[in-house]
């Protein structure tokens, strides 16, 4: 960063910081908003959870419904990522793969022992155009829009005059809600099986190696509308949107507590080089969430 990341430095109306946006911001949000409901007046049982790891594995969230049941937690949830202040009630899903291609290591002037994995695993990808294709055809989420994957990393070979015996991918689908794991290897796994009969020389696998699901909650619910409504009455202009990351609120979903994003900044500063919050949304937010809290007792 240009700053000091941890100087929370506050120029022009923007909080400037490593983690401002995403997601420091929404957690102040929710942190003032407890604090506010605590201090007086109508308000329902409240659980505010600060969980871990929603990057990776989020092992955090998985713990806290595990550990609760689910339901038993809460009867819904809104999660603070940052949305702009829009209400997001359903966010792609996504599966990760590992393709490995194994050739035979050869001198770079013996190309009739010599199988290029490499090569192989670049016949792949391209033969990967037309599932992307498919993909675009397939009919689109009202939200979401449609499926998508990208090969995230490639790794193979020892040297320019050597025949590289091992090339190893890794492939990233985005899910709609409702998309099965299975499904999705086994497409993948099709594409790489025809690749694989035209080039028997090379020996070809494909393993998933973590999957989380997509999800939705009705736009109609008194979740979705009661933001919505407590929006409309601070004067802040919301409406729905779909979230194309993948967030925490999925696991509450999967455990039957109606979970939806909702939070200050903009998902387009998160991780940059001088990550920044608006500071009006931080507190737009704060009444939003306040609003919408007590609202649910009246």
């Known amino acids: 960063m240009t700053v ?68 038993d937690l809460a009867d819904m949830a809104v999660v603070c990522e940052p949305t702009s202040l829009r209400v997001m009630p359903a966010h792609k899903g996504f599966v990760w793969l590992n393709a490995v291609f194994r050739g035979q290591a050869a001198h770079g002037s013996r190309p009739d022992i010599g199988v290029d994995a490499v090569r192989h695993a670049g016949l792949f ?27 995230g990393t490639i790794h193979g070979g020892t040297a320019e005059s050597v025949y590289p015996d091992r090339c190893a991918l890794t492939l990233e689908r985005r899910t709609m809600p409702g998309e099965q794991t299975v499904e999705v290897v086994t497409e993948f796994q099709r594409v790489l099986d025809d690749v694989a009969s035209r080039h028997s020389a090379v020996e070809v696998s494909l393993e998933m190696t973590l999957d989380r699901p997509g999800t939705e909650v009705d736009t109609e619910s008194v979740l979705v509308q009661g933001l919505l409504n407590a929006a409309a009455a601070q004067g802040v202009e919301s409406r729905v ?9 999925a696991f509450l979903n999967e455990a039957g507590v109606p979970a939806v994003c909702f939070g200050p900044g903009s998902i387009e500063q998160a991780h940059t080089s001088d990550e920044w919050l608006d500071i009006q949304q931080l507190r737009s937010c704060t009444d939003v969430l306040e609003r919408f809290a007590r609202g649910l007792v009246s």
């Open 241 to 249: 949107e779909g979230m194309t990351a993948w967030v925490d609120a």
């Open 4 to 71: 000091d990341p941890f100087g929370a430095r506050v120029e022009g109306g923007r909080l400037i910081g490593r983690g401002a946006c995403d997601m420091k911001g929404g957690l102040a949000a929710l942190m003032a908003t407890a604090a506010r409901l605590a201090a007086g007046g109508p308000r329902p049982s409240l659980v505010v959870a600060l969980t871990a790891d929603e990057e990776h594995a989020s092992v955090g969230m998985a713990d806290l419904v595990d550990g609760t049941g689910g339901t």
């Open 125 to 151: 990808l391209a033969a990967l155009d037309d599932y992307a294709a498919e993909l675009e055809r397939r009919p689109a989420h009202p939200l979401l829009g449609h499926g998508s994957f990208h090969a």
